[in-house]
T-cell receptor, first 112, second 114 residues
Framework: RKEVEQDPGPFNVPEGATVAFNCTYSNSASQSFFWYRQDCRKEPKLLMSVYSSGNEDGRFTAQLNRASQYISLLIRDSKLSDSATYLCVVNSGVWGYQKVTFGIGTKLQVIP | DAGVTQSPTHLIKTRGQQVTLRCSPISGHKSVSWYQQVLGQGPQFIFQYYEKEERGRGNFPDRFSARQFPNYSSELNVNALLLGDSALYLC?????????????FGPGTRLTVL
């Protein structure tokens, strides 16, 4: 089993739609969780950290479910500019040592 | 403030050659990590350095090595290049090595091995 698993997609959604991505992780000792966005042939950029209480940033909402070991990303009112690959990232290191694992990424294509 | 910078941007090498990639972290960041990203995959962790010490190593062969300098910049070296080493090499910097320290990525070096 992969340490971090994501559905690679692609997810093709119309503008204005709501889309959700899930990501599962295998290490129950994982400490922190992130969603990164990566545009074609560009570097990953932090979209948001993910907390147990859930967090929201505008149209984006991230949730963490430690019991089931998955994190989710919800995008509301999709824009054409949201088209990108969304990478799930899990850090299972302890202090002084980071073990950062990326998922394969989920490709989103928002269509007019 | 300048972000993470990497050089060169692109590189073409032939099998068996050696390559050195360079990274300068965000000012004030003491940790640098290196990742390899092949087409269609997520970045794979290679190394992490903090205060010039190796703090993490991914599942890569000994042909891959790295170091960090007193100014926190870093180099990644790959010896005896293979075709499969063709990838985007990403450098990320963070303030420290805590589990919640966010990593910020540079634009990457695209390595092609012929």
């Amino acid at each position: 089993r992969k340490e971090v698993e994501q559905d690679p997609g692609p997810f093709n959604v119309p503008e204005g739609a709501t889309v959700a991505f899930n990501c599962t992780y295998s290490n129950s000792a994982s400490q922190s969780f992130f969603w990164y966005r990566q545009d074609c042939r560009k570097e990953p950029k932090l979209l948001m950290s993910v907390y147990s209480s859930g967090n929201e940033d505008g149209r984006f909402t991230a949730q963490l479910n430690r019991a089931s070991q998955y994190i989710s990303l919800l995008i509301r009112d999709s824009k054409l500019s949201d088209s990108a690959t969304y990478l799930c990232v899990v850090n299972s290191g302890v202090w002084g040592y980071q073990k950062v694992t990326f998922g394969i990424g989920t490709k989103l294509q928002v269509i007019p | 403030d300048a972000g993470v910078t990497q050089s060169p941007t692109h590189l073409i090498k032939t099998r068996g050659q050696q390559v050195t990639l360079r990274c300068s972290p965000i000012s004030g960041h003491k940790s640098v990590s290196w990742y390899q990203q092949v087409l269609g995959q997520g970045p794979q962790f290679i190394f992490q350095y903090y205060e010039k010490e190796e703090r993490g190593r991914g599942n890569f062969p000994d042909r891959f090595s790295a170091r960090q300098f007193p100014n926190y910049s870093s180099e990644l070296n790959v010896n005896a290049l293979l075709l499969g080493d063709s990838a985007l090499y990403l450098c990320a910097s963070s303030l420290g090595v805590g589990s919640t320290d966010t990593q910020y990525f540079g634009p990457g070096t695209r390595l092609t091995v012929l």
